[in-house]
C-alpha cells in the first residue's frame, strides 16, 4: 500500500479522521476534500496528507480531485433530511447523489478502486428514509463495474470523539432520569478503529472488490443498555426510562422543530424498528473475514468517557 495515492470523501468527520491517520500510517498519500480547510486543522500535521478546499457535489471539482488516485473513499452521510418519498432531500443529496458522482468521476479518470460507507440495514424497503437512501448509495457504488466497489455497512460506530455514547453521557450530565423512545432496540457497537482497519485491509486486498462488508462487535445491546453504560463510565448514572411508542414519536415531533441539529427525529425512530446487528448467517462477510478481531466496547469506551479522560483530552487539544 505505500506509495498508494487515496482521496478521501467525509475525512473530516469522526470515523474519517481515524482512518486518515490509519491510512497515513500505511504509508498512504491521502487527499482529504473538504469544504472549508478549517474543518480539516486537526489532519494538517500528518505526513502525507493534503488538504484541498473543494465542492465535492461539484462535477468539475470531483474531476480534479480523483485525477492520479488509485482510490476513492466516500464517507459522506448524513443522520436527518427533510422528510419525502422515498427518502427526503438531504438523505438524495449525500447518500444517492454524491456516490454516484463519485463514481462517475472515477470511471472517466480510470480510477479502479471505490471504497463506499453504508449503514447496516441498508434496504430498499426499509422502514426509514435513511435505510432507503443508503440502499440506493449502495446501487450508485455499482454503477460502473470497472470501477470495483467494496461496501462496509457498520452498525452504531464508537470510540474518542464519538456522537453517540458521548452524547448519552452527557445528557445524562444534565438530567436526573434518562426518558428513552425505542429502549428495546438493539445494536452491535463497532470500534471505529476496526472499521478503519477494514478499510485499510479493503484496499490491500483485491480479494474485497465487488464485496459487502457488514462491521459490528463482539456483542449485541439493547438502547438502554448502552445508555446506562455511557452514564456509568462517564460517572453520571440516572435511571433510565423506556417510552411506550406514541410518547417517543411525540417527543421526536418536538425535536424536530426545535433549532439546531435535532437530537432525535421520526425517522431516526423508524431506523430502529429493525435491529442493528449482524445477520449471523453471514459471517463470511464480516470484519472478521478480514482479520480484524473486533473491539469490545468495554474495552475503550471507559476510557474516553471518564470525566478525567475528557479532561485530559481538552488540554491535550489545547496544547497543556
Do not use: W
Not at 84 to 107: M, N, Q, S, W
Not at 221 to 236: K, N, P, T
Not at 291 to 313: C, F, H, M, N, W
Amino acid at each position: 500500500m505505500r506509495d498508494m495515492n487515496v482521496v478521501v470523501f467525509g475525512a473530516t468527520g469522526f470515523i474519517g479522521s481515524h482512518l486518515v491517520a490509519r491510512l497515513v500510517q500505511e504509508g498512504v498519500a491521502v487527499t482529504v476534500a473538504t469544504r472549508r480547510a478549517l474543518h480539516a486543522q486537526h489532519l494538517v500535521f500528518l505526513p502525507r496528507v493534503t488538504i484541498v478546499e473543494a465542492d465535492i457535489h461539484d462535477d468539475a471539482a470531483l474531476a480534479r480531485l480523483v485525477a492520479g488516485c488509485d482510490a476513492a473513499i466516500n464517507l459522506v452521510g448524513v443522520l436527518h433530511s427533510r422528510r419525502g418519498t422515498p427518502y427526503g432531500p438531504e438523505f438524495k443529496r449525500a447518500h444517492v447523489d454524491l456516490p454516484r458522482r463519485i463514481v462517475d468521476a472515477c470511471a472517466r479518470a480510470g480510477v479502479a478502486r471505490y471504497l463506499h460507507m453504508s449503514a447496516l440495514g441498508a434496504a430498499v424497503d426499509g422502514p426509514s428514509m435513511y435505510q432507503r437512501s443508503k440502499a440506493a448509495g449502495e446501487e450508485a457504488a455499482r454503477a460502473h463495474p470497472e470501477v470495483a466497489a467494496t461496501i462496509f455497512r457498520p452498525s452504531v460506530v464508537f470510540g474518542p470523539g464519538d456522537s453517540f455514547l458521548n452524547m448519552f453521557a452527557r445528557l445524562q450530565s444534565m438530567l436526573p432520569f434518562m426518558p428513552l423512545a425505542c429502549a428495546d432496540a438493539d445494536f452491535q457497537p463497532v470500534y471505529v478503529g476496526d472499521v478503519a482497519d477494514a478499510f485499510v485491509h479493503a484496499l490491500r486486498d483485491p480479494k474485497t472488490r465487488h464485496q459487502v462488508f457488514q462491521l459490528g462487535g463482539p456483542q449485541i445491546y439493547s438502547l438502554a443498555e448502552l445508555v446506562r453504560l455511557a452514564g456509568h463510565y462517564s460517572g453520571h448514572v440516572r435511571p433510565v426510562f423506556g417510552l411506550p411508542a406514541a410518547l417517543g414519536r411525540l417527543q421526536a415531533m418536538l425535536f424536530e422543530i426545535l433549532p439546531g441539529t435535532p437530537m432525535m427525529t421520526r425517522d431516526n425512530l423508524d431506523s430502529m424498528k429493525v435491529d442493528n446487528v449482524i445477520d449471523p448467517a453471514i459471517q463470511e462477510t464480516t470484519a472478521v473475514a478480514l482479520g480484524i478481531k473486533p473491539t469490545a466496547l468495554e474495552a475503550v469506551a471507559p476510557r474516553y468517557l471518564s470525566t478525567l479522560d475528557r479532561l485530559d483530552q481538552f488540554r491535550a487539544r489545547a496544547g497543556r
